[in-house]
């Protein structure tokens, strides 16, 4: 029971085949109270159901400053403090930058920059009132090192969020609060439509990836249970690849 007395938000985690639903499901198997953060609000209250008792749905649209006020302070109304943040919620719209019309890098960049930085900012001000430490991770990608063509927005938010990231590590530390990332390789979730509709595509990706294998949601879920706990508390400022090697050979050659 790594996370017992503990209490946890994650955004973006309403998904049944995504990394914040099982990091979600982990975190409860562990101990935890967890509010579920989703734009859908269905979904959040699924998800907190399947979890049991104790745990609940909070629409949240994380992009919006008056959505993530109202969903941190129903969060402490449920649970009376916040102890550990996901920023989990992301997306992501292709198109080469020449041709991507403003609207879907505004969006993009809105969701997986701006929301990070609108549940830390909340949590923060929570956590440093209660003054108890605290733990906060975030999801990025693999591309926040690496970029590919067409994914323009996505490359730059995640890297933007690397070092938001960092930055809350040096705010934040002299208050015992951790600030980590971790950069999913290619994992098997709804957001990796090609992966798990094209199984030549999935065959030839993972020749390269060292394990041979593409990553479950349950990977990542695994290392953020690590960065949530007591055993890590002292790692702050750090990126965490999850990607099974794939960077060891990034780009292939």
Known sequence: MLLAGKTAAISG????????????R????HGARVAILDLDDAGAQRAAKE???GHVGIDCDVA??????????QAIEAFGQLDILVNNAGMGIHGEVAELPFESWERVIRTNLHGPFLCSQQAARRMLARDKGGRMIHITSVHEESCWPGAAGYCASKSGLRNLMRTL????????ITSNGIAPGMILTPMNKRAANDPEYLRNAEEQIVVRRAGRPSDIAQMALYLASDAASYCTGATYYVDGGWMLTWPPV
């Open 13 to 24: 985690a309403a998904s049944p085949r995504g990394i914040g639903l099982a990091t979600a």
């Open 26 to 29: 982990l975190f409860a198997k």
């Open 51 to 53: 979890l049991g008792q």
């Open 64 to 73: 919006n400053l008056e959505s993530c006020k109202r969903a941190a302070q």
């Open 169 to 176: 590590a040096i705010e934040l530390g002299p208050h015992g």
